[in-house]
């Protein structure tokens, strides 16, 4: 165990509370390590375009290119913001067991909620899907880390915002003033870490596999394959969320509008042992009943908003 494995991070709170997680959980298994925390893609040269080497995820392309550069061995992820396609010598190793999954608002007073109000998100999912239920409400977007959201917050009229309740525990800042939001399913893989490590290093790989927990990788693998045969490549309102109790798999996706009118729902119940293509199987069936026009449509706005 002569090599120290670096494990790559982004600098937020947040971020750096999954890496000191996987570092403590590595060094108690006796093997060395480093936490790295990376700056931005602008100061990493690269031989080609990002594109050619699938990277695409906001949140996760600094470390991608961290890790091809062989400034880091390992990367550690909210698995919600990994794309479902990993880049070309970039491989899932493993997955820890899941916090919470549930999404809350953090509210200023809860007077609002019977009649208009402005909810404050960044996600797709939870506007639609928050609209679906409170039509009369607005939905304003909100961007940055953690903190940097509650901050937000405060500093605004809006009446109250959505988060992940699994981000605001883990670095201690769950506010008095929050609701659980039960009848919202969250993202794929919501409330689970990744960790991820490059092809070619078997080293890093034996270790990190060390760290796998099966439940918590069936049931984000069954998300994330719903994910992504649903959204192929665009971004859309896809909430999925697999539990496992004793022997069997129970499942529930949707796919909404972008304005949260039109929502299709599924849901399953199978053995664990037959989890390996549930997700695919899935999406297929909302794909065809309805989930294609409404992908179209919803392509189409987001085109238009870009434009």
Known sequence: MSKTIRIGTRDSQLALWQATTVQQQLEALGYKTEIVSVKSTGDLLLDKPLYELGITGIFTKTLDVAMINAQVDIAVHSMKDVPTLLPKGIVQT????????RDILVYKELDFLNGTGTIAS???RRKAQWL???PTHSVEDIRGNVNTRLQKLQENSWNAAIFAKAGLERINVLPEKYLELDWMVPAPAQGAMVVVCMQNDPFSQ????KLNHLPTAICTHVERQFLQVLE?????????LAII???????EG???SLDGKQKLEIKKTIPVSEYQDLGKSLALE????GGKALMADIKTNLANEKA
């Open 94 to 101: 493993a997955v820890l067991p899941r916090a919470n999954t």
């Open 122 to 124: 960044g996600s797709l």
């Open 132 to 134: 679906n239920k409170y």
């Open 206 to 209: 034996e270790a990190v596999a």
């Open 232 to 240: 192929g490549g665009c971004t859309a309102p896809i909430g999925a």
């Open 245 to 251: 109790d004793k022997d069997q798999l129970s499942f």
């Open 254 to 256: 949707l796919l909404l």
């Open 286 to 289: 909302i794909l065809q009943n």
